[in-house]
């Protein structure tokens, strides 16, 4: 069983943060983007998801990393979250991808992905300020 990582975001976002990724922790396999456009219907959107799924194989896991929640990303993945072996992150940032790369690298069971990509998210997210009084 593969752990696929489908990010998915408005315009660049998702290929970027996935650039970045690959920065700190090398060129990774099993990770795909998915954008959208100020051109595009919801209707185009769940086509190309669905095509995107269609892809995979039936016993893959699916993690779905979206920017935010009520989106055209998140609203097309909830489409999709009737199957048990994926689930859906939103807020995705820099430190929640990372994780979840270093603790599939490491070979994390798919839960452990989810739950520690979910917590480096928001640990990851601080006013700087604070952090000089610790």
């Known amino acids: ?6 990010v998915f975001t408005h315009g660049n976002l998702g290929v970027e943060l996935v650039n970045s990724a690959e920065i700190i922790a090398g ?31 039936k016993e893959d896991s699916v993690i779905f990393f979206v920017d935010m929640r009520g989106g055209t990303p998140w609203n097309t993945v909830m489409r999709f979250l009737n199957i048990s072996s994926y689930h859906c992150l939103a807020g995705v940032n820099l430190p929640m991808l990372l994780e979840a790369i270093i603790s599939r690298n490491k070979g994390a069971s798919f839960e452990e992905i989810v739950n520690a990509a979910l917590n480096a998210g928001k640990e990851g997210i601080v006013l700087a300020e604070r952090s000089l009084n610790k």
Not at 28 to 52: F, H, M
């Open 1 to 6: 069983m593969n752990k696929v990582f489908i």
């Open 27 to 57: 060129t990774q396999e099993g990770i795909k983007v998915e954008s959208v456009t100020c051109n595009d219907s919801p209707e185009s959107v769940a086509i190309r998801v669905e095509q995107l799924l269609g892809t995979l194989k």
